[in-house]
């Protein structure tokens, strides 16, 4: 299921229609069509939040389902050594190698 379709499915269980869903986010109806139809990429950070609000979503869980990295989390892993590092083991069990790979640091 891709963004659109995962999004559409959110506001059709709450039983909202497309309108309703626009108005409280503070767009376009034919712009949230076109997102629920792919027909447009996922919207930034700040479009994503409000939509998550009007659905009553986690806005970082709804963020994350858009295909993007919330900027609070980037905040995080770029500034925090410690969850950098997290990270960086985690990807590295996923993958035998990364190119490059000497243990950098941030």
Known sequence: MDFGEYMRSLRTTKNMKQLQLAQAAELSTPYLSGIEKGKVPPPSEEVLIRLA???GEDPYSFTVKAGKV???FQEIICND???FKYFRRKIKNQ???IPGDNEGSL
Request: overall charge neutral; hydrophobic content about 50%; charged content about 15%.
């Open 53 to 55: 609000v009007a659905l």
């Open 81 to 83: 050594a410690e969850t």
């Open 70 to 72: 919330p900027a609070a």
């Open 95 to 97: 993958h035998s190698k």
